[in-house]
Antibody, heavy 123, light 113 residues
Framework: QLQLRESGPGLVKPSATLSLTCTVSGDSIGSSIFYWGWIRQPPGKGLEWIGSIYYSGTTYYNPSLRSRVTISVDTSRNQFSLKLTSVTAADTAVYHC???????????????WGQGTLVTVSS | DVVMTQSPDSLAVSLGERATINCKSRQSVLYNSNNKNYLAWYQQKPGQPPKLLISWASTRESGVPDRFSGSGSGTDFTLTISSLQAEDVAVYFCQQYYSTPFTFGPGTKVVIK
């Protein structure tokens, strides 16, 4: 059974860097048919895709966040990570990691999600 | 970006009655080369992550009750719950995966009348 679990600080100061890790169990992150993504959800609001990464390191980012986001992968630890720089209160959200299949030039929806972790930006 | 809208914002339905949620994309999410609509529906209950219900606009995921159905093509889509059950109380989101950035609708909250 595939499981994804987010981990990282729950409180980040304004202007600092938010860092989260997603640990995958039950499947290899090095599988060639999946991308691994981050999606966030401000409290009581909708969903925003942040970006996705392939095991090879190929990344796709939301242009609205591209200048501040880095997603990386560590296949030896079966983990992928998110860094978001220069955070403000607007970055307060539940951050989910998720898997989505991909093949050729075709994308697929997010079929497995982590429970999510709340990150609050506050001094 | 492909902007997604949903209607209504919230919906109160009696147990056993039909619930209908609409989703529109500002541009078509139908990929002509394979005639597939790159549109998914998710269900999110409080304190839980979204759960994928339907992909390709109308394909139910394994284990999803058949009272859930998706329809539509191009820019206009519908999620129907044919006979609402108490466990269906949730927020429902549509999502396009036709192109990056992937975008979600704002959500429709379904409650019991």
């Amino acid at each position: 059974q595939l499981q994804l679990r987010e981990s990282g600080p729950g409180l980040v100061k304004p202007s600092a860097t938010l860092s989260l890790t997603c640990t995958v169990s039950g499947d290899s992150i090095g599988s060639s048919i999946f991308y691994w993504g981050w999606i966030r959800q401000p409290p009581g609001k909708g969903l925003e895709w942040i970006g996705s990464i392939y095991y090879s390191g190929t990344t796709y980012y939301n242009p609205s966040l591209r200048s501040r986001v880095t997603i990386s992968v560590d296949t030896s630890r079966n983990q992928f990570s998110l860094k978001l720089t220069s955070v403000t209160a607007a970055d307060t959200a539940v951050y989910h990691c998720a898997r989505h299949p991909a093949g050729g030039n075709n994308w697929h929806p997010f079929d497995y999600w982590g429970q999510g972790t709340l990150v609050t930006v506050s001094s | 970006d492909v902007v997604m809208t949903q209607s209504p914002d919230s919906l109160a339905v009696s147990l056993g009655e039909r619930a209908t949620i609409n989703c529109k994309s500002r541009q078509s999410v139908l990929y002509n080369s394979n005639n597939k609509n790159y549109l998914a529906w998710y269900q999110q209950k409080p304190g839980q992550p979204p759960k994928l219900l339907i992909s390709w606009a109308s394909t139910r995921e394994s284990g999803v009750p058949d009272r859930f159905s998706g329809s539509g093509s191009g820019t206009d889509f519908t999620l129907t719950i044919s006979s609402l059950q108490a466990e269906d109380v949730a927020v429902y989101f549509c999502q396009q995966y036709y192109s990056t950035p992937f975008t979600f609708g704002p959500g429709t909250k379904v409650v019991i009348k």
